[in-house]
């Protein structure tokens, strides 16, 4: 039985530009007979090719380090490592957003779910799914099951079974969380680790303007500790982040458990492993996991 998730999203997921990637911390300071605005300047254009570098630098983005993080996701949101098995899960997990269905658990009352059959139909438009389009709209927002029962869920599991079905399902998924992540992430100049970090929170909260989202999360972090990017301890300012996550994770009583940060990621944090490097022994809900 899937693990429920009980998402707080609210959309329009749009990845910014840390304007402050150039400032160097602290004063600059001269060296003898070099002009004081030359060694500013030359400062500036060092800070910013490390910046540039720290973005084009590889993260969770590699394959391999992708199909880790697929792997932790799922087992948090489906108590398996084999994310590749999800594609056919759907079930309302009673968590007040209709049908939670997928590999990255899409739901009918938020959108996501939406997008995805629309995007599905707009590629393969003679499909299971595509004529429950108009319940989707309408019970888009809600937990309701209007218009989608009874038939609506033996629709997903037929389409699952269609590569063109799956190929959506990944393509939306990273659209509209993996990718805005790990751009965030190396924006914030931290690694691997760091942007997996901010992945599972937009998988779990979305993103928006409110305090439990994934803005809102990194807000908090970010009145605590600088980034990397900003002059700041990669650690330090991972470990602000996971607290705030956890006390995001805390205002809904179905994220009480925060074993999926407590017993995973603060357990890498911990070991120094920021590159998320294998092997890799973390819990989840009292349940072992191991990547070799």
């Not at 002009?35 to 630098?57: E, H, M």
Request: hydrophobic content about 35%; aromatic content about 8%; proline content about 6%.
């Amino acid at each position: 039985m899937p693990t429920p998730h009980n998402r707080t999203r609210t959309f329009g997921l749009v990845p910014r530009v840390l304007l402050g990637l150039v400032l160097v911390a602290g004063p600059v300071t001269a060296v003898a007979h070099a002009s004081p605005g030359a060694d500013r300047a030359a400062d500036v254009t060092a800070a910013a090719g490390t910046a540039a570098a720290a973005v084009a630098a590889p993260g969770l983005d590699d394959p391999a380090k992708k199909e880790i993080a697929m792997q932790l996701v799922s087992s948090a949101e489906n108590s398996s490592l084999d994310w590749k098995g999800q594609y056919d899960y759907i079930e309302d997990i009673g968590d007040g957003r209709g049908y939670t269905a997928g590999i990255i658990g899409f739901c009918s009352g938020t959108s996501d779910m939406l997008d995805l059959v629309e995007l599905y139909t707009e590629r393969e438009p003679d499909n299971p799914l595509a004529r429950y389009l108009p319940a989707l709209r309408a019970v888009d927002g809600t937990d309701s099951h209007e218009g989608l029962d009874p038939g609506y869920t033996d629709a997903w599991k037929e389409a699952a079974q269609d590569p063109a079905f799956q190929t959506a399902q990944n393509d939306e998924r990273d659209r509209v969380y993996f990718n805005p992540a790990v751009n965030r992430g190396k924006e914030d100049g931290i690694g691997t680790l760091g942007q997996f970090a901010y992945y599972d929170a937009i998988v779990m909260h979305g993103d928006g303007d409110s305090d439990v989202s994934f803005s809102g999360i990194r807000q908090r972090a970010l009145n605590e500790a600088r980034p990397p990017s900003e002059g700041g301890d990669e650690t330090a300012y991972l470990n602000a982040f996971l607290d705030a996550r956890v006390w995001a994770m805390k205002q809904e009583e179905a994220h009480e458990d925060t074993s999926r940060v407590d017993t995973a990621q603060r357990v890498f944090l911990d070991a120094g492993n920021l590159n998320l490097d294998p092997p890799l022994d973390w819990k989840v809900y009292e349940e072992d996991f191991h990547i070799g």
